[in-house]
């Protein structure tokens, strides 16, 4: 019997919040499926952005993911938990994907107040404070859901690379693995080597992420079937060593005599390979196309006439709620010997193919599903934050603007969200501020 696994390399180059983002992107291969994290960060820095480019190390091809913001916004852990709460509810993270998000926090907090002796309330956080640790915690989960293998596959990963020599922090200089890192492994029993790089490979908050989703650490070398795979970059140089992170998905046979024992007190440093089976990642196609976005999805579709209203309906919400379609159609027809029937049409990212097949088939009793990969122009879109005033009172609008090959506006959306907020707030009908956030976004963006 085999058993969906995720497999993560963190042998080379450590793991850092920004290079599990990266992977995950890759894998899932959509550029723009991390903006409704982004996005729900506006409201706290307007000046919050991410950028997502492709980067190439000696032939391997995959993602990097640069983030800017304003560097004087610091979270205190109370607002850091209230933060990541409010942004993990908008966001629409399963309960699965929330107990990720939360332990991820629960054990980057722990392991400071454990180095600096003091109560996590009271801790002056410093890198860890700001919104890019938000990004990448909540981030990670959200994608991972869209991957839809969360609660399903066992997620394994490799001996961790931390680095060597030293590093200059906000704390001064320190040695690697930095106090904080070195709290997490030793807390977690987390499996490390050095590595080749001379400098820090594995940050807080990609040891933090790294333990709250891996059951189990296995070797380097650990085999199983691979069916798909995706490579993030972090920003730094290492020279000819990659500073790489991958992720492979596929399934395996977990043999009780591979499990890895738990983590010596002198872990010797070990040769790094990538899993067995494992497909080479081809140079991919340019994603943009005349000024278009362009991206590749699947449509999925199944037809069915003997099933109930309550039963579409739920299904409906389990692959949107559970983040698993981009959009879901239900169509009324008329099918064979003249039934009336429906037509489900499911569209969503190559790499949830599975998953939700296996909804549509489990929900619908259906025995079997036709599927195809179309590829997609999009418009180039952006999220702004908008500043409202009402009787003298600000309001923060999120709004999304999209804009065609010309760089000219083609729409202008307030988020729905922000737009009720403010309606409950003033009284004025959504109908009525819907065009006044519109015309004040479509002024600073023109």
Known sequence: MTKKTVFIDVATAGASGDMFLAALIDLIGEDDVLLPVAASLLIHDPSFRINITSHTHYGISGRRIQTTYNPEIRLTPITIREVLHSVAEEVELTDAGKKIAERALKELLEAESRVHEKPIDELQLHETGSLDTILDIVGTAYLLERIGFLGEAEFLATPVAVGSGTIETEHGLLEVPVPAVAELLVANNVPYHNGDA???????????????????????????????????????????????????????????????????????????????????????????????????????????????????????????????????????????????????????????????????????????????????????????????????EEYMVRVKVSRSVDGSILNIKPEADDVLRVSKETGIPVRELRPRIAMQAHAVTE
């Open 198 to 392: 001379k400098t820090e490979v594995l940050t807080p908050t990609g040891a933090a992420i790294l333990i709250a989703i891996t059951d189990r650490f296995v070797d380097v070398d650990y085999d199983f079937v691979a069916q798909n795979q995706g490579f993030g970059f972090g920003t730094r140089d290492l020279g000819k060593t990659p500073n790489m992170l991958s992720i492979v998905i596929g399934e395996t046979v977990l043999p009780e005599s591979e499990v890895r024992a738990p983590v010596k007190e002198e872990p010797k440093k070990k040769e790094t390979k990538p899993p067995k089976e494992t497909p080479t990642k081809k140079m991919e196609k340019p994603k943009v196309l005349d000024g278009w976005n362009e991206d590749d999805v699947v449509v999925i579709e199944t037809n069915v006439d003997d099933v109930d209203g309550e039963t579409l309906g739920t299904l409906f919400d389990t692959l949107l709620e559970e983040g698993l379609a981009y959009d879901v159609t239900i169509i009324p027809a008329l099918g064979k010997k003249n039934r009336p029937c429906f037509v489900i049409k499911v569209i969503a990212a190559k790499a949830g193919l599975k998953s939700i097949a296996d909804v549509m088939i489990r929900n619908l009793g259906t025995i079997g599903i036709r599927y195809t990969t179309w590829q997609r122009l999009k418009a180039i879109r952006e999220t702004i934050v908008c500043s409202f005033e009402v009787d003298g």
